[in-house]
């Protein structure tokens, strides 16, 4: 298990490996969260409803945020490290670049 004390903040943005059939992956939000996802919290983002990702932890500042709960807002700048299939996450970047 992925800890946030037990990597660097180098070693977290780098993150970006592949498993058979799944991914772990860095999703940066550069656009105001409101356009590039369903709402600015958690709860109205639905990660895996909309796009079928597991979030697993969110950097915000250098620092990882603890506890993420449905009432976490979003926000311009942070890192989403999210889990699921290739074409799941491919499709999270491309919401999000597109913003």
Same mark, same amino acid.
């Given at each position: 298990m992925l800890r946030p004390h *037990? +990597? @660097?903040?180098a070693a977290w943005a780098r993150i970006h +490996?592949? +498993? @058979?059939g799944a991914e772990l992956a %860095? $999703?940066? $939000?550069? %656009?105001a969260p409101q356009t590039c996802l369903a709402g600015p919290r958690l709860s109205e983002a639905e990660l895996r409803? *909309?796009?079928g990702l597991c979030l697993l932890a969110i950097r915000r500042d250098g620092a990882m945020l603890e506890p993420i709960a449905n009432e976490t807002t979003i926000l311009r700048h942070d890192t989403l490290y999210v889990f699921g299939k290739p074409a799941q996450v491919a499709q999270l970047l491309h919401v999000v670049e597109a913003a």
């Amino acid at each position: 298990m992925l800890r946030p004390h *037990s +990597l @660097t903040k180098a070693a977290w943005a780098r993150i970006h +490996l592949g +498993l @058979t059939g799944a991914e772990l992956a %860095a $999703v940066p $939000v550069e %656009a105001a969260p409101q356009t590039c996802l369903a709402g600015p919290r958690l709860s109205e983002a639905e990660l895996r409803r *909309s796009f079928g990702l597991c979030l697993l932890a969110i950097r915000r500042d250098g620092a990882m945020l603890e506890p993420i709960a449905n009432e976490t807002t979003i926000l311009r700048h942070d890192t989403l490290y999210v889990f699921g299939k290739p074409a799941q996450v491919a499709q999270l970047l491309h919401v999000v670049e597109a913003a």
